[in-house]
């Protein structure tokens, strides 16, 4: 049989893919056409939940190559030498717009990064914001349907995205970025990337430094402003995606440096403000960038579901040299994503190529489930301790031990540091005059149709962090103070 021959799932010939048997020429159709029935069965089921959030994205596969030792810090073998290379998979997003949404939304991207290391996969599952809206994981699920579709009208609403955002006064200093003349990257290679989360790095030694990832686009930041979105959006509606794959196809690779910043467990201590919030960054000046290597996209999917919808990444997915920090939204995400996937994909989703290990691994220790497609471990036996030694667990890798201090109790984490202006302002005075006003203009533009005393919530917010934040925000929304 020729490779160009249709066959059933069974791999029988598919006899006609034109007509439907039918009881005489112009009768009805017969059960019996069981090639309609898997025809049609099939395609009923080809759709899949999508991302609660994140849900428009663009992915692309390519190479991590490290340029700078930071090994004193991390035993993670993807960094323990210079020139050393680890393939990776970089799944881009919007995050409130559905599947079929437009990409250049006023609206975070997501940055999430697959690195197939030696020592299993890295998952670093970021923004193109080094802060978010939220400091407790319990509020997600609220932030969700503050920006996404009012119940009754089944259209996004301003007015509940900007009551919920004023009403966390800790949201400031994201909703500054992406009001900002940043809030449109102009495509996915045109921004940075960043970890948001404090981590750790665990050295060979066993010592704990606390961390941030960023990458720096080289193409260099571009962004559209409003006026340029709506018209791009009117011609294009998967501007991001097109950029993404053509350059790609095209040769011209985009790339982002890599950067640490570094925190001892004596400075965190010691630090003002609490370093694993994650609605703050850290001070370039007192926490330098430090260099460490260059990332780069190199290859589109053959197939975009097979490997970009069906791409599950997991914050709970780390390496030895490589974990987690107190950050309690860090804490809540490791729970969220591999729940999801259960749901969205299968309990075997960590099978599918896109994120099986490109290491040796030994998953076949968990068992059965749907869709397990590999040999299941065969007759392997599965439990563990056995007479054969095998299971065997790896302490070696553990970490050290982290001190805590306090009981167990639901901590107001606004009574530990309820500062969320000073950042917010500091921005805002980074900003150029006309920075200063394009932020003013799009929060009017965002703002526009919210409820007075909304608007009013959020000039005081902002007015806290700068006087004239406030007031130019009051000015573009036509409000006097
Ligand atoms: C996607 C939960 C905060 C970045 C998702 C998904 C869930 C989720 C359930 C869908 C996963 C899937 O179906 O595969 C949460 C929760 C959060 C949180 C509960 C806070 C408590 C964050 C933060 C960042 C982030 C702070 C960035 C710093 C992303 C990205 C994706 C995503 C980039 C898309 C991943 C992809 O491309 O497949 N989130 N998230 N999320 N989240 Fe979060």
């Not at 059960?31 to 049609?40: G, I, M, N, P, S």
């Not at 009754?152 to 955002?165: I, K, L, V």
């Not at 301790?385 to 901590?411: T, V």
Request: with cysteine.
């Amino acid at each position: 049989m020729s490779k160009h021959n249709l066959t059933t799932a069974a791999g029988a010939p598919v006899v006609d893919n034109q007509n439907v048997q039918t009881a005489g020429p112009r009768g009805p159709m017969l059960l019996q056409d069981v090639w309609y029935l898997e025809k049609l069965a099939h395609f009923d089921r080809e759709v899949i939940p999508e991302r609660r959030m994140h849900a428009k994205g663009s992915g692309a596969f390519g190479t991590f190559t490290v340029t700078h030792d930071i090994s004193r810090y991390t035993r993670a073998a993807l960094f323990s030498q210079i020139g050393k290379k680890t393939d990776l998979f970089l799944r881009f997003s919007t995050v409130a717009g559905e599947r079929g949404a437009a990409d250049a939304e006023r609206d975070i991207r997501g940055f999430a990064v697959k690195f197939y290391t030696e020592e299993g996969n890295w998952d670093l599952v970021g923004n193109n914001t080094p802060v978010f809206f939220l400091r407790d994981p319990l509020k997600f699920p609220d932030l969700n349907r503050a920006v996404k579709r009012n119940p009754y009208t089944n259209m996004r609403d301003a007015n509940a995205n900007w009551d919920f955002w004023t009403l966390l006064p800790e949201a400031l200093h994201q909703v500054t970025i992406v009001m900002s003349d940043r809030g449109i990257p102009s495509s996915y290679r045109h921004m940075h990337g960043f970890g948001s989360h404090t981590f750790s790095l665990i050295s060979a030694k066993g010592e704990r430094h606390w961390v941030k990832f960023h990458f720096h686009t080289q193409q260099g930041i571009q962004n559209l402003s409003d006026a340029e979105a709506e018209k791009l959006v009117g011609q294009d509606r998967e501007s991001a995606q097109r950029d993404l794959l053509e350059s790609i196809d095209r040769g011209d690779f985009p790339r982002w440096t890599m950067y640490i910043q570094v925190m001892t467990e004596a400075q965190a201590d010691a630090c003002p403000f609490n370093p694993f919030d994650l609605t703050k960054v850290w001070s370039h000046k007192a926490y330098p960038l430090i260099e460490v290597g260059v990332l780069e996209l190199n290859r589109n999917p053959q197939n975009y579901f097979a490997d970009v919808e069906q791409a599950a990444f997991n914050p709970a997915n780390v390496v030895p040299g490589i974990s987690f920090s107190p950050d309690r939204m860090l804490q809540g995400r490791l729970f969220a994503y591999g729940d999801a996937e259960r749901y969205r994909l299968g309990v075997n989703h960590h099978l599918i190529p896109v994120n099986a290990p490109r290491c040796p691994f030994h998953n076949s220790y968990h068992r059965d489930g749907a869709m397990r497609v590999d040999s299941n471990a065969g007759a392997t036996i599965g439990y563990e301790p056995n007479s054969q030694g095998k299971w065997q667990q790896q302490p070696a890798f553990d970490e050290p031990p982290l001190a805590l201090q306090g009981g167990a109790y639901h901590y107001d984490f606004r009574a530990d540091d309820d500062d969320y202006y000073s950042q917010p302002g500091a921005l805002f005075r980074l900003m150029t005059p006309a920075q200063q006003q394009v932020l003013f203009d799009n929060t009017a533009r965002a703002m526009g149709g919210v409820d007075e005393a909304i608007k009013r919530r959020h000039i005081a917010n902002c007015a806290k962090a700068d006087p004239a934040y406030g007031a130019g925000v009051a000015k573009a929304l036509g409000l006097t103070v």
